[in-house]
């Protein structure tokens, strides 16, 4: 699944191609993607320019001239692509949206978990999000007041979009590796010093990844260099690049966690 720095950077991809466009028309070939009723869909979103490209945590968000929001969300295997309407389809394109330009806006999706909501409110989609990890206004201070009251082991924590928004396994891993904490520590167990080692630590492999243009693992994600840089994600087995330790994997939460038992404490 692409976390907040894949998904800045297809925004950024996008905004050029389509920035200024208007929807004239959704073709909707996997009615169970679609979290907006479909016939609203197609009746409400032709005749609506795209005002803006946003990202709110994994979340792209399409601001429309009409007042509405359209929401993508890219799931394990979804991708974007802006194509001329002749171009040769893909039998793993589930959404079409026809632009006004002789292009399309392709939802691509093979597993089939990606999301679509066209909606009024904002809030409907989003309103329920933890914190952006990388914005201006969000200082150390409100990082460790998340953690109040908190007892949860940290690396479930940090995957809890809920408690901040946007990260996923890789950047937790990342991080708490270059905060030297062990992902299996609970919450009440952190002091002062290491949250606020894990606030910068985040920031900084959320912007790496940013810098490095995401991470690409597989077909879907492509142009990615983020994946040269890991210190300990998939590395199980490797020796630590900071003490030479092997690199251990357990899992926590359902998910894969990898971290130096000598480095995170």
Same mark, same amino acid.
């Given at each position: 699944?692409?976390?907040?720095?894949?998904?800045?950077?297809?925004?950024?991809?996008?905004?050029?191609?389509?920035?200024?466009?208007?929807?004239?028309?959704?073709?909707?070939?996997?009615?169970?993607?679609?979290?907006?009723?479909?016939?609203?869909?197609?009746?409400?979103?032709?005749?609506?320019?795209?005002?803006?490209?946003?990202?709110?945590?994994?979340?792209?968000?399409?601001?429309?001239?009409?007042?509405?929001?359209?929401?993508?969300?890219?799931?394990?295997?979804?991708?974007?692509?802006?194509?001329?309407?002749?171009?040769?389809?893909?039998?793993?394109?589930?959404?079409?949206?026809?632009?006004?330009?002789?292009?399309?806006?392709?939802?691509?999706?093979?597993?089939?978990?990606?999301?679509?909501?066209?909606?009024?409110?904002?809030?409907?989609?989003?309103?329920? /999000?933890?914190?952006?990890?990388?914005?201006?206004?969000?200082?150390?201070?409100?990082?460790?007041?998340?953690?109040?009251?908190?007892?949860?082991?940290?690396?479930?924590? /940090?995957?809890?979009?809920?408690?901040?928004?946007?990260?996923?396994?890789?950047?937790?891993?990342?991080? +708490?590796?270059?905060?030297?904490?062990?992902?299996?520590?609970?919450?009440?167990?952190?002091?002062?010093?290491?949250?606020?080692?894990?606030?910068?630590?985040?920031?900084?492999? /959320?912007?790496?990844?940013?810098?490095?243009?995401?991470?690409? /693992?597989?077909?879907?994600?492509?142009?990615?260099?983020?994946?040269?840089?890991?210190?300990?994600?998939?590395?199980?087995?490797?020796?630590?690049?900071?003490?030479?330790?092997?690199?251990?994997?357990?899992?926590?939460?359902?998910?894969?966690?990898?971290? +130096?038992?000598?480095?995170?404490?």
């Amino acid at each position: 699944m692409p976390e907040l720095p894949e998904v800045e950077i297809i925004v950024r991809g996008l905004r050029g191609p389509l920035v200024g466009r208007t929807f004239t028309g959704v073709t909707v070939r996997w009615p169970n993607s679609v979290k907006t009723p479909v016939p609203e869909l197609q009746a409400t979103l032709p005749g609506q320019t795209i005002e803006q490209i946003t990202r709110r945590a994994k979340y792209l968000w399409f601001h429309l001239s009409g007042g509405d929001s359209l929401f993508l969300h890219l799931k394990m295997s979804g991708d974007l692509l802006v194509l001329p309407v002749t171009e040769p389809d893909d039998p793993h394109v589930r959404t079409i949206f026809d632009l006004d330009n002789d292009h399309q806006l392709r939802f691509k999706d093979t597993r089939k978990f990606g999301r679509v909501y066209l909606v009024r409110n904002p809030n409907a989609v989003i309103g329920r /999000l933890g914190p952006e990890p990388l914005a201006d206004d969000f200082l150390p201070a409100d990082f460790a007041a998340l953690f109040a009251r908190r007892r949860g082991r940290l690396k479930p924590l /940090l995957l809890n979009q809920k408690f901040i928004a946007g990260i996923g396994n890789i950047y937790a891993d990342e991080s +708490c590796f270059a905060a030297g904490l062990d992902p299996r520590r609970t919450a009440d167990t952190l002091s002062a010093d290491d949250l606020g080692r894990l606030y910068h630590a985040i920031r900084q492999a /959320l912007t790496a990844g940013i810098v490095h243009k995401g991470a690409s /693992l597989d077909s879907v994600y492509r142009g990615g260099e983020f994946q040269n840089h890991f210190r300990v994600y998939g590395r199980t087995g490797q020796p630590c690049l900071r003490c030479g330790a092997e690199i251990q994997r357990v899992v926590l939460g359902g998910r894969s966690t990898h971290f +130096c038992s000598t480095c995170q404490r």
